[in-house]
């Protein structure tokens, strides 16, 4: 979906960097999500924020931070990035609305630790 | 969050209609039952999603019994570019709740 971008698309960076990925969306939603996908698995959620001023930690928080600069960006970071974190990265938005929550996800950041 | 049960993996051939089975047996009042696409190397896609009885779009088709236990996907004449993994999810509608994906059915579709 072209409302959700992600930057890099791709990367390449050794054990012990630091890393940041980049998600900014135009959709004009308050939800925002940072998922990890590894080769043949489902989504796994990283964290999640419901506004500027809220983060939440998901599923499997530990190695990542993350920074809701504002409305339409949502930053993940890897402090200091290790092998077992090389995955593809997916950011999403949403906006509740009465009926469910549906979910929109940018294209993909591959990411892989040497 | 309720968990959900899929199928691992379905073959079809183009032009059937596929039929994926979900389970959710611990499913909750206010929760929702929802469907996403996801293709290589892309993100998941929302497909369709329904409370009871049968829900119908453009993509697909959703049918969910009267004790929610359980829904089935319906996609009608399926083409090559159907082939994807398909997630069923169980979303509740409350502030605070948030997706989960299992692993999903993934879907091969042969000429």
């Known amino acids: 979906d072209a409302d959700v971008t992600q930057t890099p698309r791709n990367r390449i960076t050794k054990t012990g960097k630091r890393i940041m990925l980049e998600c900014s969306q135009t959709k004009g939603h308050d939800r925002m999500y940072w998922y990890r996908q590894d080769p043949g698995l489902g989504l796994r959620l990283i964290y999640y924020s419901f506004d500027v001023k809220d983060i939440n930690k998901g599923e499997i928080s530990d190695g990542y931070s993350v920074s809701r600069q504002a409305q339409a960006k949502f930053s993940l970071s890897l402090e200091s990035a290790i092998p077992n974190q090389t995955a593809l990265y997916f950011c999403?938005?949403?906006?509740?609305?009465?009926?469910?929550?549906?979910?929109?996800f940018g294209p993909g950041t591959r990411l892989l630790v040497l | 969050l309720a968990k959900t049960t899929q199928p691992i993996s379905m073959d079809s051939y183009e032009g059937q209609e596929v039929n994926i089975t979900c389970s959710h047996n611990?499913?909750?009042?206010?929760?929702?039952i929802t469907w996403y696409q996801q293709f290589p190397s892309q993100g998941p896609r929302f497909i369709i999603q329904g409370y009871k009885t049968k829900v119908t779009n453009e993509v697909a088709s959703l049918f969910i019994p009267a004790d929610r236990k359980s829904s089935t996907l319906s996609l009608p004449r399926v083409s090559l570019s159907d082939t994807a993994v398909y997630y069923c999810l169980v979303v509740n509608n409350n502030a605070g709740n948030m997706l989960t994906f299992g692993g999903g059915t993934r879907l091969m579709v042969k000429p």
């Open positions: 999403a938005t949403s906006d509740l609305q009465p009926g469910g929550e549906t979910q929109y």
């Open positions: 611990n499913i909750a009042t206010n929760d929702y």
